[in-house]
């Protein structure tokens, strides 16, 4: 260790020496004891103290508290890390951990450790997770995110994924290329001031609310996981989440698609915040992971655009609202649209560009927002297919009544999507308007990706601090806290799109209360949460109106019921999904078949109504229950059974968490996508006949589904 950092922890340990005097309301701490079985039984508080570390007077009484009541609401300092290491001449290797809060050194660690690249004995990863959990435990602190000089995974192919999968941590991979670029010397630096560095560049990519930073490039390319810089799931762990033939046909297609270099761009209107932009971080993040060229672009955003927009779905939604046609502003949507495509997409270098010019070989339209371009990719590139992907629910019976408004906005709609080569949408075909030849359509269902912040696995400590993150936001806007594990809960997903769902939800619950009044359980509390799409600009006041309503009509219930729009956090939702007793779905919202989808993983109970692609997920008394919207009493008894029938919730949990198929994952994403990117690049005139792309794909590659499997 160099003088530098001798230096700085000699002033630290000074500092932490006054602090040390006069603890002894704090000597009689028992370091020997385990967190409470009743929450799962966590190490001993003398096995996660570091030696070397003098802890202050606060962290010691928040381990006290930990050990003593439970990790489940937690107040952690934010923490960030860098690491490096060298190899060294007796095999072993030397490695450093800088350790950071946003602004100072906080402590730092060095040690050898032995690789053994023959038997696959990664001692690196090993030592590092161990260490951080350590430190973690014993100075009430969480890690938000991992600076990593890339030469470290030339020796550690595991720490990155370990780092997110197992310890919650952005692991951030900086190239040594680019340090050297910027700074001749790296090479030269210790190894304790090159972690130093990757510590400091680490906390460069996250936010104010320590979420990383997304960032929109030239051409609006969303660069997606910070260009690539964080590495959370290995091609190895995505292997074990799916069947054999699902991955084969996926890598058959894949391979096909490298290997002809085809690329292929999507379009969608915005970067975050609703389930679509959540499906294409995840299919990027898998494709790169295959070394595939599909890139994904979102316009400049413009005031306004939005507003009409929503109104367009809602109409197609059956939600009329009180205008006519001639008051919606589509010409605001499409000269928005074209102007984007002419600053950013049609110029040289653009995906729009025809292929011969460098432009992409595939282009996709992401629902109706972007329906705008589809004429003008024809127009650039006629032989060029391209395929329109809708996301959103339609009520074909009031779309085919001549006169009607929902006629009048899909006549606009088709006008510029007939242009397509594909129809996708969800496999309700139902809901499919007349006018779209069968032919042209393919069937994707709504998918999740298990290593998201929204899906993976959490551990307790982890869990808890995500807890004290949704009270805090509570308390600042004076709603009720979240009370679990001492109260059980029901989660209600909530899109913020409607007062009148956010309505039902209050009035199911009213009346589960009514029937949970004669029985001898404590009620639950009700949690009405979402994340609502980025873009939407009527979500706050649609939010306001359901605080109004909670107090003013559903008083008696307000110290049992919280609601809230969350922040970007995606472990926040993850958690209280993950331990909810039952999950609600009763909204029409495009994104919620995501919600319902990544209950279903966390092995949640699901109530939801016909809509959308809930109905394609939810098997009707297997993994959850379907309601008419507005049956408040089936709703309320089927809540009751759950809450008071042991086995029913267990039998419906274990069949969520089994029952979600290969192809609602991001594994079974990415073999549709590439499977209709290799056919339609051989073949423009390529058809789906109205069938499942998943089930074509294993059809084409000799893994067709069985009669169980599907």
């Known amino acids: 260790m160099n003088a530098y950092f001798k230096t700085r922890q000699a002033a630290c340990f000074d500092r932490q020496t006054q602090l040390h005097q006069g603890l002894s309301s704090c000597d009689n701490l028992n370091y020997n004891l385990a967190f409470p079985t ?103 602190a969480k890690f938000i995110g991992c600076g990593i000089s890339s030469s470290v995974l030339d020796h550690s192919g595991l720490l990155c994924s370990r780092l997110w999968l197992e310890l919650d941590i952005v692991p951030i991979v900086i190239p040594a290329s680019a340090e050297t670029s910027h700074n001749g010397h790296w090479i030269e630096k210790p190894i304790d001031e090159q972690a130093d560095s990757m510590a400091r560049k680490s906390i460069m990519c996250f936010g104010p609310s320590t979420i990383p930073r997304l960032q929109v490039g030239w051409h609006g390319v969303v660069q997606v996981s910070l260009s690539g810089m964080a590495h959370m799931a290995r091609l190895k762990d995505y292997e074990g989440i799916c069947s054999r033939e699902m991955w084969e046909t996926m890598k058959l297609y894949s391979d096909r698609m490298r290997e002809r270099n085809i690329k292929m761009a999507f379009f969608s209107a915005s970067p975050q915040g609703g389930g679509v932009p959540i499906e294409r971080h995840a299919l990027i993040r898998f494709s790169s992971l295959l070394g595939l060229a599909i890139t994904w672009q979102v316009p400049k955003p413009r005031r306004g655009v939005f507003g009409v927009t929503k109104t367009i779905k809602n109409i197609l939604r059956g939600i009329e ?77 009031l779309i085919a009544r001549t006169g009607t408004l929902e006629n009048a906005v899909w006549d606009f709609v088709w006008d510029h999507t007939k242009h397509a080569d594909a129809f996708l949408t969800y496999p309700i075909p139902e809901s499919l308007p007349a006018s779209v030849p069968l032919e042209k359509v393919g069937y994707l269902s709504p998918t999740s990706d298990w290593f998201d912040g929204l899906n993976k696995g959490l551990s307790m400590w982890d869990m808890g601090f995500y807890t004290h993150l949704y009270n805090s936001q509570c308390y600042k806007f004076h709603m009720t806290e979240l009370r679990w594990p001492s109260r059980k809960f029901i989660f209600a997903i909530a899109s913020f799109e409607s007062a009148e769902e956010l309505s039902m939800i209050f009035s199911y619950y009213e009346e589960f209360r009514c029937l949970i009044s004669e029985r001898n359980v404590n009620p639950p509390q009700l949690v009405i949460c979402g994340n609502g799409s980025a873009d939407d600009p009527d979500r706050k006041l649609i939010y306001e109106d359901a605080r109004r309503e909670l107090e003013n009509d559903y008083r008696r219930f307000q110290r049992d019921i919280s609601v809230m729009i969350l922040g970007e956090s995606d472990q926040v939702l993850n958690v209280l999904v993950r331990n909810s007793h039952v999950v609600l ?38 993994n959850g229950f379907i309601v008419q919207p507005g049956d408040k009493k089936a709703a309320a008894e089927h809540l009751i059974n759950l809450f008071t029938d042991r086995r029913l919730h267990e039998r419906i949990s274990a069949a969520a968490r089994t029952g979600m198929g290969d192809e609602l994952t991001t594994v079974g994403n990415a073999a549709a996508w590439c499977f209709l990117g290799y056919q339609f690049a051989a073949n423009p005139t390529f058809n789906c006949n ?21």
Not at 360 to 378: C, N, Q
Not at 690 to 710: I, Q
Request: proline share 5%; net charge negative.
């Open 38 to 140: 009743k929450y799962g039984t966590c190490e001993p508080m003398a096995q996660l103290l570091l030696p070397h570390s003098l802890h202050s007077l606060h962290m010691r009484r928040g381990a006290l508290i930990a050990q003593t009541d439970c990790p489940c609401h937690l107040a952690l300092t934010k923490l960030y890390c860098g690491i490096s290491a060298v190899s060294k001449d007796d095999g072993t290797f030397r490695v450093a951990l800088a350790i950071y809060d946003t602004l100072y050194l906080r402590d730092f660690h060095d040690a050898d450790v032995v690789i053994n690249d023959e038997t696959g004995f990664d001692g690196l990863s090993d030592h590092l997770i161990d260490y951080l959990k350590s430190y973690e435990r014993g100075n009430m």
């Open 321 to 397: 609202p009180n205008q006519g046609m001639e008051s919606l502003d589509i010409t605001l949507l499409i000269d928005w649209v074209t102007e984007n495509a002419e600053r950013y997409w049609l110029v040289e270098g653009g995906p729009l560009q025809s292929p011969e010019e460098g432009g992409a070989d595939i282009v996709v339209i992401d629902d109706l927002e972007m329906i705008g371009l589809i004429p003008l990719a024809k127009a650039a590139a006629p032989d060029r297919p391209v395929l329109y992907c809708s996301h959103s629910e339609m009520r074909n019976d």
């Open 585 to 622: 779905q009763l909204s029409s919202s495009e994104d919620d078949e995501f919600k319902v989808a990544q209950a279903l993983h966390a092995g949640r109970p699901v109530i939801t109504s016909p809509f959308g692609g809930n109905s394609v997920q939810i098997k009707d008394g297997v």
């Open 690 to 710: 109205g069938r499942l792309v998943t089930s074509l794909a294993r059809d084409e590659a000799g893994k067709s589904y069985l009669s169980n499997d599907h």
